[in-house]
């Protein structure tokens, strides 16, 4: 690979690393399962980066390499390794601004894989219906069903809370 399609590559990674990390977060819940999804993606891009000139929309070509990729570790999660009987002690923080955040974001880690990628992709990160569908390879009416599903499964997670009613006003 030439030295300046390394730099345009390591330019393009750069400015894109933070809206990368939080999708990534969004659909895992985990900052170093997330880590972790970030690097394979951008890994997978370097592979291809000098094919990439036929892709026309980069950023979502590269949004759907790392929803693929998330969904794949999903469905093959039987070769995890658990070292430990339960995670480490994390320190407690007291930032009662995160509350909510954290309610909503415990209901969705229980919501199924591809359910929880269609939420974070429509409501988190603010994509159309059409946008979703081509970024997980499926039609717009599937996207639909899926996010009714996963809507309808927050507000059963979340029970009579008063978040329950506010995970769908917002579209």
């Known amino acids: 690979m030439p030295d300046a399609s390394d730099q ?5 990674v750069t400015a894109r690393l933070p809206a990368l990390r939080r999708l990534a977060y969004g659909l895992c819940g985990d900052a170093d399962e997330a880590d972790d999804l970030v690097q ?28 693929r990729h998330f969904l794949d570790t999903r469905r093959r999660g039987w070769w995890r390794v658990h070292l430990f009987g339960g995670p480490p002690d994390v320190r407690s923080t007291v930032d009662r601004g995160v509350e909510e955040r954290t309610v909503l974001r415990d209901a969705l880690a229980k919501v199924p894989p591809r ?19 081509r970024t997980l390879g499926c039609s717009a009416g599937t996207v639909k069903s899926q996010t009714s599903h996963g ?6 997670l979340l029970g009579d809370r008063e978040l329950a009613g506010r995970t769908g006003e917002e579209r």
């Open 8 to 12: 345009e590559y390591v330019e393009y």
């Open 40 to 67: 394979e993606t951008v890994t997978r891009l370097y592979l291809r980066w000098t094919r990439i000139g036929e892709v026309e929309q980069l950023d979502a070509y590269v949004r759907t390499v790392l929803v």
């Open 115 to 133: 359910q929880r990628a269609v939420l974070v992709l429509r409501f988190l990160h603010d994509l159309p219906v059409e946008e979703v569908a």
């Open 151 to 156: 809507l309808a499964a927050m507000r059963r």
